[in-house]
């Protein structure tokens, strides 16, 4: 059972605004949400993390209702050097007692002129 | 300051031959993993290091793979042998201390072995 889903692609053109949104249904409650992006031939990279209500940094916000459910990442006026995978992710604890990182599938975002 | 750094940026082996692929993590990161995605499929944790120690190793497929952390610096992964299904991108990525979910990863070791 996967532990998030989010959409395989989407479009955009450049200065839109794009929204990705992922499902965690069994989210559990101590489990932050965490967003990443990746280009071709590059690690992922760290975009913004939240647990609840709204996270804004300088790249992206974050929006996570109530019951966490979900989660929406906020890409304000997309250029096209943001085409990437996103990816959203929830913490897997690990036997350690450490967390780790789960990736799924993520979303292809293209952005065209 | 310098970002998570892996060498090779690419390896091509014959099947039976081993590779050693390594990892410098950001200085000052206790926290070392390492991922691989194989072709089509998503990106898998493999194991952990906390400095030195190795916290976790349940995502390494078989006892062909060896990770070690010399002085909780850098880290190597040899693949001993290496076999067709192990081609694929190897990444290493390093956080502080209680950074679980914020991780800097490097660019990655693309594996070919055929």
């Known amino acids: 059972l996967a532990k998030t889903t989010q959409p395989i692609s989407m479009d955009s053109y450049e200065g839109q605004e794009v929204n990705i949104t992922c499902s965690h249904n069994?989210?559990?409650?101590?489990?932050?949400i965490t967003w990443y992006q990746q280009f071709p031939s590059q690690g992922p990279r760290f975009i913004i993390q939240g647990y609840k209500t709204k996270v804004t940094n300088e790249v992206a916000s974050l929006f996570i209702p109530a019951d966490r459910k979900s989660s929406t990442l906020s890409l304000p006026r997309v250029s096209l050097s943001d085409t990437a995978v996103y990816y959203c992710l929830v913490g897997e604890r690990l036997n350690s007692g450490y967390s780790t990182l789960t990736f799924g599938k993520g979303t292809m975002l293209l952005v065209s002129p | 300051e310098a970002g998570v750094t892996q060498f090779p940026s690419h390896s091509v082996i014959e099947k039976g031959q081993t590779v050693t692929l390594r990892c410098d993590p950001i200085s000052g990161h206790d926290n070392l993993y390492w991922y691989r995605r194989v072709m089509g499929k998503e990106i898998k944790f493999l194991l952990h290091f906390v400095k030195e120690s190795k916290q976790d190793e349940s995502g390494m497929p078989n006892n062909r793979f060896l990770a070690e952390r010399t002085g909780g610096t850098y880290s190597t992964l040899k693949v001993q042998p290496a076999e067709l299904e192990d081609s694929g991108v190897y990444f290493c990525a390093s956080s502080p201390r209680g950074g679980a979910y914020e991780q800097y990863f490097g660019p990655g070791t693309r594996l070919t072995v055929t």
């Open positions: 069994n989210i559990a409650t101590n489990d932050y």
